[in-house]
């Protein structure tokens, strides 16, 4: 490597790490957030899963809560879930079956053999608010369950928590949970 060529790409590194930075601060993120009555929820319930689980149950334990109500299958694949909307009735016991059918970034032609893809790579599921349900390591061929009781009502995003594609922000939906009558 010639002497003088170091010094330039470093110089090249340094700045556009430093316009990086300017950048970043100055373009507003994008923001997600369920809201009840016009007031920010948080959640509680966190389960990361492993691509190499072939089931994980989260949220309150199904005995706690009594048998489901309502069990709805929701395909994962990049880059969309079906159903995109899912609608509950406020006091429903809800099961949601999460069934993989792609791997994400490692079924893309052009990443085949990138180490390190397959252990992060797949899909995730959050519902934000209240139910706050956030599962990972879905891949094709796994199915993840989430059980919860549906005692707020409102309108809650739910998104896709891996990078899966570079169409990865249209992974996106709603849960609709309708107020008791």
């Not at 999460?98 to 994400?104: A, E, F, P, R, S």
Request: some cysteine; glycine content about 12%.
């Amino acid at each position: 490597m010639k002497a003088w060529l170091a010094p330039i790409v470093l110089g090249v590194l340094v700045i556009g790490a430093a316009v990086y930075v300017v950048l970043a601060t100055r373009v507003p993120q994008p923001t997600a957030v369920a809201t009840v009555g016009g007031a920010a929820v948080q959640g509680l319930k966190r389960a990361p899963g492993t691509w190499q689980a072939a089931s994980i149950n989260v949220g309150a334990p199904e005995a706690s809560l009594g048998a489901p109500d309502v069990t709805i299958d929701i395909q994962v694949m990049r880059p969309v879930f079906v159903p995109t909307q899912i609608k509950v009735k406020q006091g429903q016991v809800v099961t949601l079956r999460l069934h993989g059918q792609d791997d994400g970034l490692a079924d893309l032609p052009e990443l085949q053999g990138s180490v390190g893809l397959k252990e992060f790579s797949g899909h995730g599921f959050q519902i934000l608010g209240p139910y706050d349900v956030w599962v990972t390591g879905i891949r094709k061929g796994v199915t993840k369950e989430v059980t919860f009781k549906a005692t707020v009502a409102g309108e809650f995003p739910f998104e896709c928590v891996v990078f899966c594609s570079p169409y990865h922000h249209a992974m996106q939906g709603k849960l609709i949970v309708e107020a008791a009558q």
